[in-house]
């Protein structure tokens, strides 16, 4: 059970007990010497005099302490699981996220790893006349290129120059480029959303798997197209120095096929030199397909807020009347 | 409209009376502690202050109100809107903005051309959520900035960081025409058009504005050319991004409204001088009204909880409740 909050900043406020606690035990000291003092005065033993009362006090300040606990939960919105909810789509939307690391550089695939991917996925826009497309560039971080558009014209033409000194950013945070592609969508289009990220799988930040887990909860469809060889190829860790270091990068299909399996119903891994594999990219991304209205379930994440809200109600409710019972029991 | 998607939990509210009348009836006491009356050197009794019923009576209210609060929120309380959902992508709008430094003449209102232009654009596009915007700069040079996109997000942002100067001091209209007209080629015939916002005549470039207007037809693109700008002396005042070296003084504005016009015509298309705000204004109106305004495919309910506020709020009078009782009244629990 994976649990995400909306706001989880908001359960800072849970440490705010911290200071109500020493407030209680401040008080509470302060009430004890008193009570006692008087006891013996009066009566001379201070015996379980005060056990009843401090029974009760502890009691109620632990559940209250709860009840607060619980309700900051709450207030952060918590989340778990999924439920498919129907919703109607007309048309189709992709994004390409292309993977411009330096890893991609290398040619164990004809002409490089990026020569091919541009190749690809220039291939594939032309095969989605009625798509809408985008493309997102991520190398250490993520930048949109370009927005949704049916300028095919204008993504073809960044496919051809992609390099990665485009974006300064070192190393691979490939996720930060699905979480962009996700926040690319806009939202009163009718349009399917589909994601198709073209990667090594050889990235430094390991975030693939949870944005591919966000990508899900979004509605989108996460298609990965690995690019590379299981063997990979020697990649020169500081270009241009004197020091001569070099370091093999293969084809990380476990890790993106671990993705695409986080990403839910409808997402697919091809490895990009498999024949067909572009013919099942397309119909995955169902960009090449009608464009009459259709009901699909997209799935969204399941909102726990009220568990917690009944939880803190108990707690709450226990503190006021478990204590006065235990009480009056007693007298 | 605020609706409830489990009104049932409203019953939980009978727990109030139940708890008013279980301590009524002595069955639920709060914490006691019995003492025999006597003389035990303390201080003497005394009733509450007013002040401090006042407290206690509002620490209490806080409780409840908090207590009604998780109630509410319990009973998941939405506000229902109509949410209009496009399926298509519109008709394909490109903005061809002159960022020449003429643009920088502060003779619109208070503002610069630019930013009178901006901000037209900006309404223009809050009223077109269906329709696809590009946006196209020119100066000595001419460049796409922003492919035809129903993001227009994407669009807005890259109009606000638009800089005078930004693509050379010149004026190539016919470069930014035909970088437009390229971008809008491939779409359906007739649902596509060019607004050309400029304060001055070609002088640079290598295509003709009336070689690049007149092919517009040829792909059913309407073409409206908008003089910015008055003529005369204007105050001008810029910092040119390439160099960083800052200009001020007085621009001898004039341009040839009848090239502009010519351009326009060569494109079957409008051309309009604007030299003030509320010119601007009917300007663009004029052209919304020219330009359909794409249809929303349908409208969808959307559903948006608003318990967390709900929540919020219940913390905070439990907060309240807690530092008056145990900071000003002194309580124990």
Known sequence: MNVTFAHPYILFAALALVPALLVFVVGYRGLKSSFLSFIVRTSGDSSDAMRPAAKTLVMRTVCFALAWIFLVVAAAGPRWGVALIPERQQGSSVIFVMDISRSMTVSDVSPSRLGFSARYAAMLVDRMPDASCGLVLVKGSAVLAVPLTKDHRSVLDVLDSLSPSMLSAPGSGTGAGITAAVAAFPASSAASRTIILFTDGDETAGSIPDAARASRLAGTKLVIVGVGTASGADIDVYPGSDDKKTTRTRLRDDLLKSAVRSAGRGSLYVSGTDAGSALRVLEASSAAGSSSRRLVYSPKPVERYSFFLVLALVAFCAGITAGGFAWSRKH | ?333
């Open chain 2, 1 to 333: 409209m605020l609706s409830f998607t489990n009104p049932l939990w409203f019953l939980l509210l009978l727990v109030l009376p139940l708890y008013y009348a279980l301590r009524k009836s002595g069955a639920l006491r709060g914490i006691e502690f019995p003492l025999t009356l006597g003389d035990w050197n303390g201080l003497p009794f005394r009733w509450a202050s007013p002040a401090m019923r006042a407290v206690g009576f509002i620490s209490i209210f806080s409780g409840v109100f908090g207590f009604v609060c998780i109630v509410v929120a319990l009973a998941g309380p939405v506000l229902f809107r109509e949410e209009p959902v496009y399926s298509g992508t519109g008709t394909g709008i490109v903005f061809v903005l002159d960022v020449s430094p003429s643009m920088a003449a502060r003779d619109i209102g208070n503002e610069t051309r630019l930013d009178a232009a901006r901000r037209f654009i900006r309404s223009f596009l809050k009223d077109r959520p269906g329709d696809s915007f590009g946006l196209a700069a020119l100066g000595s040079e001419a460049a796409l900035l922003v492919p035809p996109t129903t993001d227009h997000r994407v669009f807005s942002d890259r109009l606000d960081s638009l800089a005078i100067g930004e693509m050379g001091d010149g004026t190539a209209l016919g470069l930014g025409i035909a970088v437009a007209a390229a971008h809008l080629a491939n779409r359906d015939r007739g649902h596509s058009c060019v607004i050309l916002l400029t304060d001055g005549e070609n002088n640079t470039g290598e295509i003709n504005p009336k070689t690049a207007a007149a092919i517009l037809p040829d792909y059913g693109i309407k073409l409206y050319v908008v003089g910015i700008g008055t003529q005369g002396e204007v105050p001008l005042d810029y910092t040119d991004p390439a160099s960083g070296k800052h200009y001020t003084g007085v621009l001898n504005s004039e341009y040839n409204e009848s090239d502009l016009r010519e351009i326009a015509q060569r494109a079957e298309g409008i051309y309009v001088s604007a030299g003030s705000a509320d010119t601007l204004a009917s300007v663009f109106a004029d052209i919304g009204k020219s330009v359909p305004v794409s249809p929303s495919s349908w409208t969808r309910t959307v559903e948006e909880p608003v318990e967390n506020p709900v929540i919020l709020f219940a913390l905070g009078l439990f907060a309240f409740a807690w530092t008056l009782r145990r900071l000003v009244m002194r309580a124990v629990v």
